[in-house]
């Protein structure tokens, strides 16, 4: 069967798909739904294989009863339909597996024998194992030219140790079959922002420093680490969430609108951003950056613990479970307007948004108690709810009102315009693309890159200070610093308007 790309060209997405990690909590929680939504769409081509691969010894059968348990855990009752569901399991294999050991990968290449179609690796293991993965896939000659492997960001500890991954994985695959897969780029709503962009006269021509004043981007998490201790004490929220999620979103919001909608027109236009991000100096550092570290608090109404009270923690780690700072993006579009950027765990909520905020008009001619709502605010939400609302001013009703301004949004959500039409998670949109051999949604090796110069020199300025980040309460949106840094510039964070 084949499916059209976004030019209208006919691609052919009958693959065979290796999962390496098929056990792990990324595969049964998220993959395998995204799969049998696939096929429940009519988009897995009839010929389509999956083989798992890890390193538990189980039979095939005993296989697909772990993901069918999966799946009626994480697809909704009414849409887990039966036909389905033994069309899904029949298309299932399973190979244990050591990755670190070259003499087992001779089981992929007896599986793909004969086979015409591509075979997609998709790496949902660590980082560290990509390099080995690929060196034995390619020495047992399981690959041909049309093999493709999506791997999972962050790549790597530092701009160091991801060049090291990348030339491992290029070493076996040219830069044109490497998927790199950020899920926020596969959110219905970050694909909507590139329609709104460059699709409406009426935002194309406002989205530069004339018209807008600032922008925010929130990601924040309720949950606290979840048992990820050991690596997330490594990593910390600035590697975990702002040098892919945040910095992506970014580059969406102020690059320039590329020549057309192919691969690299776009990731050619984000890689300029990335270029023109400001580096932080030291006197910046201690205004313009706060990074914070969650103590016990109260999350849904429960006590929680504070990040080194959690279990196996060490009690001295410095590592920041919370970022805030203010950036600039130094070319001609952005100059003079900051980009706000929030990230953190043990927030009040879940939510991924982004607000755009225009510049008041020149002259104000209303009431002037009022004019702190004079002014447009476009606010993006990925997530939980996806939708975007332009906050626009009326008239308040009322014979006894005057000329009194109210706001309120004109509001575009998409469960609610597309009722019948459920909305996508990102991993379906992120496979499909892999399918069709199309990589706009994907991230390129010098992103990666430039994204890690930036984060690295913000991290060794940390480490020059050698500070301790500053406490806040679980359930707290954060340290009282990181709303004094919006504050010191006559401005605040959304949820408090």
């Given amino acids: 069967m084949s499916h059209f790309t976004r030019s209208g060209q006919a691609a052919n997405t009958e693959i065979d798909l290796a999962l390496f990690g098929a056990l792990g909590d990324l595969a049964q929680r998220k993959l395998f739904p995204a799969l049998f939504h696939l096929d429940r769409e009519g988009l897995l081509d009839s010929g389509t294989r999956l083989l798992g691969l890890a390193r538990q010894e189980l039979d095939a059968e005993a296989f697909k009863v772990r993901v069918e348990a999966a799946l009626k855990t994480h ?13 899904f399991l029949a298309r299932l294999e399973y190979r244990q597996l050591d990755f670190s050991q070259a003499e087992g990968y001779a089981a992929i290449r007896e599986w793909r024998e004969g086979a015409p179609r591509p075979m997609v690796i998709y790496l949902s293991v660590a980082a560290k194992l990509y390099g080995d993965i690929c060196r034995h896939l390619e020495a047992s000659g399981s690959l041909d030219e049309q093999s493709r492997v999506v791997v999972e960001k962050p790549i790597g500890y530092d701009l160091a140790s991801s060049a090291e991954i990348n030339d491992a994985i290029g070493a076996v695959f040219p830069e044109s079959r490497i998927y790199r897969i950020d899920h926020y780029l596969g959110k219905e709503t970050v694909q909507n922002l590139i329609a709104l962009r460059f699709a409406n006269p009426l935002f194309g021509t406002q989205w530069n420093q004339n018209h807008i004043s600032h922008v925010e981007i929130t ?39 590329p020549a057309n909608l192919d691969a690299d027109a776009i990731r050619d236009e984000k890689v300029k951003v990335l270029k023109a991000l400001k580096p932080f100096t030291d006197d910046m550092l201690g205004r313009d950056v706060v990074r ?16 080194l009270d959690e279990d196996g923690a060490n009690t001295e780690s410095h590592t920041e479970t919370f970022v ?47 004019r702190g709502l004079a002014a447009n605010k476009l606010v993006i939400r990925l997530q939980p709810e996806e939708g975007i609302a332009l906050q626009v001013l009326t008239k308040d ?15 575009l959500d998409f469960s609610s315009a597309f009722p019948k039409t459920r909305i996508p998670d990102a991993y379906e949109r992120l496979l499909l693309e892999v399918m069709k051999g199309q990589q706009y949604l994907f ?30 309460p679980a359930g707290s949106w954060g340290p009282v610093a990181s709303i004094a840094m919006i504050t010191q510039d006559g401005r605040s964070w959304y949820e408090d308007y």
């Avoid at 949950?223 to 201790?229: A, H, K, L, N, P």
């Avoid at 570290?293 to 613990?305: F, H, L, N």
């Fill in 443 to 472: 991230v390129r090796r010098d992103e990666v890159e430039y994204a890690w110069r930036w984060c690295d020199s913000l991290i060794a300025a940390w480490e020059d200070r050698n500070e301790r980040p500053r406490r806040y």
């Fill in 75 to 87: 697809v909704k009752a009414e849409e887990l339909d039966r036909a389905v569901l033994k069309r």
């Fill in 324 to 370: 805030a700072m203010k950036t600039q993006v130094a070319n001609w579009r952005w100059a003079g307007v900051p980009f706000y950027l929030r990230t953190g765990k043990r927030m009040p909520e879940k939510l991924s948004q982004i607000v755009i905020h225009f510049r008041q008009q020149p002259h104000y001619i209303f009431d002037p108690d009022q």
């Fill in 292 to 307: 914070g570290q969650y103590i016990a608090g109260t999350s849904e109404g429960k006590s929680v613990p504070g990040y």
């Fill in 219 to 257: 990601v924040a998490e309720k949950v606290g680490i979840e048992g990820r201790w050991g690596y997330f004490d490594e990593a910390g929220q600035l590697r975990d969430m702002v040098q892919n999620h945040l910095l992506q979103l970014v580059c969406l919001i102020a690059m320039d609108p």
């Fill in 397 to 411: 009703s009322g014979l006894d009102k005057g000329m009194r301004l109210r706001p309120g949004p004109l509001h």
